[in-house]
């Protein structure tokens, strides 16, 4: 079996970088724009542990549950120049 090339492990890297931190940044950003749209209060007032927690948790969990998934789904469907990503299983050995 053929190891990747370096740069094909950068263009596998930058995939999952871009597609997960940023997905996961924009999430946040979207998740605190809602929570000040919905409570307007919170900028008249003095920093708040769910104004900070609230944005922080959805965020995290729409990237654990959706978006990471989508992500390595992704990975193993898109060839990477000559080689693609392949889940493969070993049957453990007893002895």
Aim: hydrophobic share 55%; no cysteine.
């Amino acid at each position: 079996m053929e190891m990747p090339r370096y740069w094909d492990t950068v263009l596998i890297g930058w995939r999952i970088l871009w597609q997960g931190i940023s997905s996961f940044v924009l999430a946040l950003f979207f998740a605190n724009l809602v929570l000040l749209g919905w409570l307007p209060e919170l900028t008249r007032t003095g920093p708040s542990l769910w104004a900070l927690v609230v944005p922080l948790a959805a965020a995290s969990l729409l990237s654990l549950f959706i978006v990471l998934p989508l992500v390595v789904r992704g990975l193993l469907r898109r060839p990477f120049g000559n080689f693609r990503l392949v889940v493969q299983r070993e049957e453990p050995v007893h002895p």
